[in-house]
């Protein structure tokens, strides 16, 4: 029998949920020997993890496996996956349209993975791996067909070696009508503050400077062990504690349950960055009603002027949706008014795509043209764009504190390394997550370093490392070069 070589390609589209989703499958796969390629057309095991909120990422996977299509005449030992939310949702439509894919794999079902392609492998047959459906059984039947599995961790699959992903909940159960989550991640489940306080104990250990806590609606947190009730606020605190991380951040919170107690822990723990992701999705109450938000503007604005009386310097981000089932002219200038209003930091801004299985889906005509909807998004976009330009403007001449993340994309386009004579473009974050580019030695990377910003575009700050004061009273230049 011909033998396989072990190299993996994986391909991610999607969420932050995805990219940690793919770490956990990268790290399952390295135990067994398998050694992570960037040339698709080098690897024998080639898995597309998948994204079903959009119909536009289902498009760009489908198009990347119809490339594939002959590929096993030279590589007969090849298996080909597709894993995540397209996989749960698609199942056994993914073989009709790509017959060439050997599993098709679901989010709750990932830990088969290697068994799986082992067994396909030798086999050269088809299998699905994926949970139930929300109406196949009870909530606990369905819950449980969710696996949760082993946080084994694999640095190289991580945004820098300094930053790690940790879920702390599986699924939702908000049920918004556009939304396909619901169906592709299963119901709602808080995970054990034990299980993940030694989870970000581990990433720490391996050199992890910024955790970012993850969850559907991350705020909606709460799980109940040996009596005690735990809140977002609570592992935020316990979070907090742990020696040699310097930041903390958690998204996509639900507004809803933006709770006073959670701000003030943002407020009072020096770990947590002064960012809060709070999508409003509408300016306009019949259309949130439509979407089955759960929630008013007038609820919103609460929360707004909540989160801006505890944390007067904390920066709000937002998503929106244009062109949604029934959408007036009135109703997008009123989600235009929204932008205005609260000058979101940024906002994420998408055209409705009908997803099957969702209400709207069922129940609701796609009536906005097309060129409809793209011409608000546009407006929409621009508007932000005019926003974040003059919010960022009046950064210059301040100094902000950033987290070191590595060479921005424009050094690494260059070809820029740590061998490079003299500085080069590095990028991190501050407090309030406003990405900073500026000069300095690769050798910074995942350290504190304070930045006096000298330029802005809509989505960039631009300075230079500026001297720290010391508690002892001297000054001392860090080092850019040394």
Not at 135 to 149: D, K, L
Not at 177 to 202: F, W
Not at 318 to 338: K, M, R
Not at 358 to 385: S, Y
Request: proline residues 5%.
């Amino acid at each position: 029998m011909t033998t396989h070589n072990n190299k993996l390609f994986i391909e991610t589209v999607g969420c932050q949920m995805n990219m940690l989703d793919s770490e956990l499958v990268v790290a399952a796969l390295r135990q067994q020997g398998y050694e992570l390629t960037e040339a698709i057309a080098d690897a024998d095991t080639v898995l597309f993890n998948t994204c079903s909120v959009r119909e536009h990422a289902e498009h760009k996977i489908y198009s990347a496996l119809g490339r594939l299509k002959f590929s096993k005449r030279a590589r007969p030992q090849q298996v080909i996956g597709v894993l995540g939310c397209m996989a749960q949702k698609d199942q056994e439509l993914v073989f009709q349209k790509a017959p060439h894919v050997d599993i098709v794999v679901g989010t709750g079902q990932l830990a088969e993975i290697p068994r799986l392609i082992d067994e396909a492998r030798v086999s050269r047959q088809r299998a699905v791996a994926v949970s139930l459906n929300r109406r196949e059984g009870t909530r606990t039947e369905v819950s449980g067909s969710f696996q949760s599995y082993d946080p084994l961790r694999e640095p190289a699959m991580r945004p820098s070696p300094y930053q790690a992903f940790v879920r702390i909940m599986f699924g939702c159960d908000k049920f918004c009508t556009y939304c396909v989550v619901p169906m592709t991640r299963g119901p709602e489940q808080s995970r054990n503050p034990t299980d993940i306080l030694k989870e970000c104990r581990v990433l720490v250990d391996q050199g992890v400077k910024e955790v970012t806590l993850l969850g559907q609606t991350v705020n909606s947190f709460r799980f109940v062990e040996d009596g005690r009730t735990w809140r977002l606020s609570d592992l935020l605190a316990a979070i907090s504690e742990i020696d040699g991380l310097l930041r903390l951040k958690f998204v996509t919170n639900y507004p809803r349950d933006m709770t006073d107690d959670l701000l003030q822990a943002v407020r009072d723990l020096p770990k947590c960055a002064q960012y809060l992701h709070v999508p409003a999705q509408s300016g306009c109450d019949e259309m949130l009603k439509r979407m089955k938000r759960g929630y008013t503007i007038a609820q919103y604005r609460d929360m707004m002027a909540r989160i801006q009386t505890t944390l007067p310097n904390a920066a709000v981000s937002s998503d929106f949706i244009v062109g949604f089932c029934g959408e007036t002219d009135a109703a997008h200038q009123l989600s235009l008014d929204l932008i205005r209003e609260f000058r979101f930091k940024n906002s994420f801004i998408f055209k409705y795509s009908p997803r099957p299985g969702t209400k709207a889906f069922d129940m609701m005509p796609d009536d906005i043209p097309e060129e409809v909807k793209r011409q608000r998004n546009q407006e929409m976009l621009e508007l932000q764009n005019a926003i974040s330009e003059e919010d960022n403007a009046a950064f210059i001449g301040r100094t902000v504190e950033v987290l070191v993340e590595g060479m921005s994309k424009t050094a690494e386009k260059r070809g820029e390394t740590d061998a490079t004579a003299g500085p080069v473009q590095l990028m991190g974050r501050s407090m309030c997550d406003r990405i900073i580019v500026f000069p300095g030695n690769p050798r910074l990377a995942g350290t504190l370093v304070d930045v006096q910003i000298a330029d802005c575009t809509p989505t960039t700050l631009m300075g230079e490392i500026v001297t720290r004061e010391y508690q002892h009273g001297a000054s001392m230049l860090l080092p850019i070069l040394a």
